[in-house]
């Protein structure tokens, strides 16, 4: 499967805003080590666990390599994605389910 036919199948899954390409990709640093743009063909923002599952299910049965965006605060530059990759990010995925405040702890999900 042609990786723009894997991103059309998961934009129907992730909806509008869920799927970046193009210039809205290449508008995003590849890291903070770098000033390079981001060069992945498209960067895939789900807003549940269920949309990640399905996402990478897609990904992992097309062969489609798959880079994980998370803080991109790493130093071993993990995030760098080339141009027949697909970049994961969790920002959407930004919300605070419970505070704790007796066990100063807090349940978030990832891209809080």
């Known amino acids: 499967m042609a990786t723009a036919d894997i991103i059309s ?5 992730l909806g509008p805003g869920g799927v970046l390409t193009g210039d809205d990709v290449r508008s995003r640093s590849a890291g903070w080590l770098t000033r390079e743009p981001l060069r992945a063909a498209a960067l895939l923002r789900p807003r549940s666990t269920e949309e990640v599952s399905e996402v990478l299910r897609i990904c992992q049965t097309a062969g489609q390599p798959v880079v994980p965006h998370g803080g991109l605060t790493g130093l071993v530059e993990g995030g760098l994605a080339l141009e027949h ?3 994961l990010s969790l920002e ?8 704790d405040a007796d066990g100063l702890t807090m349940t978030v999900e990832a891209g809080v």
């Open 9 to 13: 199948e998961i934009q129907a899954i």
């Open 85 to 87: 990759e697909i970049a």
């Open 92 to 99: 959407l995925m930004n919300t605070i389910e419970q505070v």
